[in-house]
């Protein structure tokens, strides 16, 4: 964004502009000192708080709270008050730099009570969560938000003001809902609502390396969540009471409702889609396949109003605005034009924010640009880590938590990797520049172009660079075509189709006639963009698939890369090799230390690689997972050694995989990139709902599974996707003889007589060994096939049972119970399951074989590891621990809570 010279001073290019003050100014000049310079120090060394700038280490603590927050440490605001104290006694004791470290210690531990309120779920007699969930409700409420519009559904957000069970009268309660409604009914801002629903809580499933839906959930201010049942006479679910307008809210609304029916009278889709999401923020009109090939190429930031499109806004009004400005030559002597275009500039944007709708991403993003915009007014463009400290100081301040939201942590990322990136690509420039023979260093216009381009394709490069240990931790994948991808369409769709949209959008609302065809030219550069990303998601490798790095390995690449991008750079006229440049700084005390911590970052890396290296390859245990699925079943054993099985993916419903959601996430979490086989029970889309995603991604060797009698459509569709892909089928019984894997033996118990019985009673059963530890897993099978393994004479025991049908009364009979004789039963099914899921019964004849239940509604995913000297289980969300010896339950501990309270109804599955 070009920006001019200080007042006073007239109007510069930003390049090189020198300040009154005589002093020049360069890509680095935010770090004020605190990034050191070649030629040396001046005078005697200044305490840290002096070469580091207030600003940005009172942002670094308030994201230190914040980040501590979301992590879920809460300190009591108290000990922030003694901590500030604290430092005001240090200070008076003319001890700055202790008083300091205190100071902004008490900063970040104040910052932490933000979090803890935004994540703590409100309470009392007027709270939402005086009604248990699942508990059908008649709710009352205002819209306070836009609707969110999608091809099958629609999506509202409620301010409840009452809410009531059928058999009693509706009480006072306040909270905002998200409500979803089946099929399209007209809602605006302001309507009061009436609907009957069932009330859900958003909870996490309780898996490693899952997202933390709770917590997201929180940060949108929802406390609840429902599905808007249909009436029984046929009347829409939800049912309108009357209609309360708000200024601004309901003027801005229909200001959306008006571009987005001239957009849709005038673009065909996918185009037309494209454009409500980039003008409006109505996003649910984009199909899943074209949001799959931008986020391959490394540009879904396209698809959505992101801290680039308003930058593009705010650049492209600021240019016009500055243009105008400098034509009067008594605004540009006094140095107005800059101040008059940021202006501008910041009503522009705060306008577009405005008609782009509630979204925290659109918010978080106008405050940076507002941040920048506001150093340009300020005389300081070139201040934009300061800028971007601030706008972190006033976002977490505004939002809370927002440091663990993907979008914060890529767009704070990317600017500081290209901020820091860029001084070091202009004084690489300028070096080589300055090399060059007399004759060659002229400056030309072919030179400055190539330059240009050098440039743009750097900002790309460190955007990429800077995102990506974000990117491997949230989607795992990387796009290699990404910097190529990004440079080349950037600019034709987001630079060029946005903002002539968003012109011909507003345009619309006055000259529609002119308006018409600027904007079927910014759909044919959308359409453009959509073609060149289709074509780069086609190169050979264009993106890959990567494990999902824990938070030391993150921090470690953080770490070395800002080593990098903060090391001393010689001076342009440093001649190479010269003593006191920063060919030789790595032996002085500036450089030295930087070298040290490259050195112990690259040994804990070599640490790290060889102990998941051991994990993955050579830990001669069997590990076995029960993840949580909500009601369906999954789980991952990782036999001695590297063979991997997952049995059962759990389900897929209206676009939510459990493959790729839960099942594919733990994998990642585990470093495993291959799975050996599938193997599926049966086929009820509670189980193979999520083989299909696993199976384009984890390149398995086979698919296991038994004949089907009349399999319904889903289930062909995955058979056919897995011929597809060449995976070989496998229909297999007990004629299958064991099978060696590792130091564990794998045994199919199932007989081919199944397969004249019910879909449940012909489930795969299998029976994994090692050494005196076993597993037993059965599907859905019920009592008649219980039987029939008896009959049979299987060897039954197992040390971990998983327990037939999620705990149905039809399963789980008593001679079968003891057949097993289990030392504990792992139950899979969801929290407030409407199958009323476990049976008491069930669990009545487990407690008298004295069988340890763990259930995955309650406690979440049960991680096992069995050895010859026994087998240990952890629940992941309960924090139980049991550990058992050979031949039984030696000890039961809790780990992080009473056990008791994961029964506590209050909180509910988010299906």
């Known amino acids: 964004m070009d920006a001019g010279a200080d007042e006073g001073q007239g109007e510069r290019p930003i390049a090189g502009s020198a300040t009154p ?3 020049t100014e360069i890509g680095a000049r935010d770090l004020a000192g605190a990034l050191p310079r070649a030629g040396g120090s001046f005078g005697a060394p200044q305490p840290w708080y002096v070469r580091f700038p207030p600003i940005y280490a009172i942002s670094l603590a308030i994201l230190g709270g914040d980040g501590l927050g979301n992590f ?23 001890k700055p730099s202790a008083g300091m470290a205190t100071a902004l210690a008490a900063v970040a531990l104040a910052s932490t009570a933000s979090v803890h309120r935004m994540l703590t779920p409100a309470s009392g007699p007027l709270s939402l969560r005086r009604f248990h969930a699942g508990t059908l409700l008649t709710i009352t409420g205002r819209l306070a938000r836009e609707p969110e519009w999608f091809p099958d559904k629609t999506r509202i957000y409620v301010s409840v003001s009452e809410a009531g069970t059928p058999n009693r009268a509706a009480l006072p309660v306040r909270g905002l809902m998200r409500v979803t409604v089946l099929g399209h009914q007209r809602f605006r801002i302001g309507d009061e609502v009436r609907f009957a629903g069932r009330i859900r809580f958003p909870r996490n499933f309780g898996d490693p390396g899952e997202f933390d839906y709770e917590s997201f959930m929180a940060r949108q201010g929802i406390a609840a969540t429902a599905l808007a049942l249909s009436a029984a006479n046929g009347e829409l679910p939800v049912t309108i009471l009357g209609h309360h307008p708000s200024f601004p809210a309901s003027q801005i609304e229909e200001i959306r409702h008006r571009i987005g029916a001239f957009i849709g009278a005038h673009l065909d889709e996918p185009v037309a889609s494209e454009m409500k999401a980039l003008v409006i923020g109505e996003r649910g009109g984009i199909g899943q396949g074209l949001r799959n090939t931008f986020a391959r190429t490394g540009m879904a930031h396209l698809l959505v109003i992101s801290g680039l499109h308003l930058s593009m806004v705010a650049a492209a009004v ?6 105008l400005m400098l034509a009067s030559p008594a605004i540009a002597e006094r140095g107005w034009a800059n101040k008059i275009a940021a202006i501008g500039a910041m009503l522009a944007v705060s306008g577009y924010a405005a008609i782009a709708g509630h979204h925290i991403s659109t918010e978080r993003a106008l405050i940076m640009v507002l941040a920048y915009m506001f150093a340009v007014v300020m005389d300081r463009p070139r ?15 505004v939002l809370p938590g927002s440091s663990a939201d993907i979008g914060f942590q890529l767009s704070f990322a990317s600017v500081v990797a290209i901020v820091l990136g860029m001084r070091r690509f202009t004084a690489w ?13 002229r400056r030309s216009f072919a030179g400055a172009i190539a330059l240009a381009s050098a440039g743009y394709v750097a900002v790309s490069f460190w955007a990429t660079l800077g995102t990506a240990p974000l990117v491997a931790y949230d989607f795992n994948q990387f796009s290699t075509v990404g910097l190529v991808a990004n440079a080349v369409v950037v600019p034709i769709m987001g630079l060029a189709g946005t903002v002539t949209g968003l012109a011909a959008s507003a345009m619309s609302l006055v000259a529609p006639r002119i308006a018409t065809p600027l904007l079927r030219v910014a759909g044919k550069l959308i359409t453009v963009g959509n073609y060149l990303a289709g074509w780069f998601v086609g190169w050979p490798l264009a993106w890959m698939r990567v494990f999902t790095p824990t938070i030391l390995e993150i921090a470690l690449a953080y770490g070395a890369l800002m080593l990098w991008l903060t090391w001393p750079m010689p001076s342009p006229d440093e001649p190479r090799g010269h003593p006191g440049g920063a060919a030789a700084d790595a032996g002085t005390a500036n450089g030295g230390w930087r070298a040290m911590a490259l050195a112990v970052i690259g040994a804990i890396l070599v640490v790290d690689a ?10 001669p245990r069997l590990r076995v997972a029960f993840l949580s699925v909500g009601q369906g079943d999954a789980a991952v054993v990782q036999f001695p050694g590297r063979r991997v099985m997952v049995v059962d993916a759990g389900g897929a419903w209206h676009g939510f995989d459990m493959g790729q959601r839960v099942v594919a996430r733990y994998l990642w979490s585990r470093k495993i990139m291959h799975v050996d086989w599938l193997a599926l029970s049966h086929p009820d889309l509670d189980h193979f709902g999520g083989f299909a995603f696993l199976a384009r991604n984890f390149s398995p060797r086979a698919f296991w599974t038994i004949p089907a009698s009349r399999p319904d459509v889903s289930y062909l569709d995955l058979l056919d996707e897995l011929r597809g892909l060449n995976v070989p089928i496998r229909f297999i019984d007990d004629s299958v003889p064991p099978i060696r894997i590792g130091a564990a033996t794998l045994q199919v118990l199932n007989g081919p007589a199944a397969a004249r019985t019910s879909r449940n009673d012909r489930s795969m059963v299998l029976r994994i060994t090692d050494g005196p530890q076993a597993y037993l897993f059965t599907g859905d099978i ?19 049972l998983k327990v037939p049908h999620h705990g149905s009364r039809t399963s789980s009979t008593m001679d079968f119970i003891e057949a097993v004789h289990p030392s504990v039963a792992v139950i899979s099914l969801g929290y407030h399951n409407r199958f009323h899921f476990p049976a008491k019964s069930v669990l009545a004849r487990y407690a008298r074989e004295d069988a340890r239940i763990l259930r995955t509604d309650r406690d979440g995913a049960v991680l096992t590891e069995a050895s010859s000297d026994g087998l240990e289980l952890d629940a992941y969300r309960s924090g139980i621990v049991i550990r058992l010896g050979t031949p039984g ?4 501990e809790p780990r992080a809570m009473d056990p008791s309270a994961v029964a506590s109804p209050a909180r509910a599955d988010k299906h």
Request: charge should be positive; hydrophobic fraction near 55%.
């Open 782 to 800: 019920e009592a008649p096939a219980e039987r029939a393994l008896i009959r049979g004479g299987h060897d039954l025991r197992a040390t971990v």
């Open 383 to 397: 201040a934009a880590l300061a800028s971007l400290a601030l706008a972190a100081i006033v976002i977490c301040l």
């Open 72 to 94: 879920h440490v809460f300190l009591p605001l108290w000990l922030a008050a003694l901590a500030g104290l604290g430092a005001l006694a240090l200070f008076l004791a003319r």
């Open 610 to 619: 060889g102990w998941w290296t051991y994990q993955r390859y050579f830990n």
């Open 889 to 892: 339950v030696s000890s039961s």
């Open 21 to 23: 003050r005589g002093r």
């Open 429 to 441: 420039a300028e070096r080589r520049r300055r090399r060059l023979p007399a004759a060659f260093r």
């Open 318 to 323: 600021f240019g016009l605005i500055r243009l």
